[in-house]
């Protein structure tokens, strides 16, 4: 059983078109929640973290929330530059072990 | 600042060679990650260091894997002998060991074997 679910895999969106990603989890013990953006070719970036439900930060267009079971990420009037893969991922008890979302590619066309 | 450096960055090779790939973390973290990537698994936690000592290494498939890290700012993992199942995506992300603490990955080595 996965611990962590991405929804929904992929996503197409017209520029300006807002919506919202998002990552449920099954384990106790929550240490982080993090979101990466993944551009073909290159390495995760790093986003955000998270630590406790209720929790949100911000960045230009995006916005991550935590709740006891899932996060979302909200992006506000994507540009076709924000296109990419954007990965889930979270640390549990005292391990910095990241367990990682299958990914959800979003495409933004102009 | 340069971030996490990998080498090499694409790497063909026939079955049954071995593979070693190379992993620079940045100046000052003191944890380091090897990952591998598939379409069909996505990103998974191979081993990790932290002050250079190994941690976790219950993801390493088998015996045909393994990793050191002789010091601070030099990493190794090893494949021998190498089989087409290997083909993938090899991260390395390094971490300030302190809380809270965001994990920075290299931009990969694209494994093949043929």
């Known amino acids: 059983e996965d611990q962590v679910t991405q929804s929904p895999e992929a996503l197409r969106l017209q520029e300006g078109e807002s919506s919202s990603l998002n990552c449920s989890y099954t384990v106790s013990g929550l240490r982080g929640l993090f979101w990466y953006r993944q551009d073909p070719g290159k390495g995760p970036e790093f986003l955000f973290t998270l630590y406790s439900a209720g929790e949100e930060k911000e960045k230009e267009r995006l916005k991550a929330t935590l709740t006891k079971k899932e996060s979302f990420l909200h992006i506000t009037a994507p540009k076709p530059e924000d296109s990419a893969t954007y990965l889930c991922?979270?640390?549990?008890?005292?391990?910095?072990?990241?367990?990682f979302g299958k990914g959800m590619k979003l495409t933004v066309n102009p | 600042d340069a971030g996490v450096i990998q080498s090499p960055r694409h790497e063909v090779t026939e079955m049954g060679q071995e593979v070693t790939l190379r992993c620079k973390p940045i100046?000052?973290?003191?944890?380091l990650f090897w990952y591998r990537q598939t379409m069909m698994r996505g990103l998974e936690l191979l081993i990790y260091f932290n002050n250079n000592v190994p941690i976790d290494d219950s993801g390493m498939p088998e015996d045909r894997f393994s990793a050191k890290m002789p010091n601070a700012s030099f990493s190794t993992l090893k494949i021998q002998p190498s089989e087409p199942r290997d083909s993938a995506v090899y991260f390395c992300?390094?971490?300030?060991?302190?809380?809270?603490?965001?994990?920075?990955f290299g931009d990969g080595t694209r494994l093949s074997i043929l």
């Open positions: 992300a390094s971490q300030r060991l302190a809380v809270n603490q965001p994990q920075h």
């Open positions: 100046s000052g973290h003191n944890s």
């Open positions: 991922a979270l640390t549990q008890g005292g391990s910095e072990k990241l367990v």
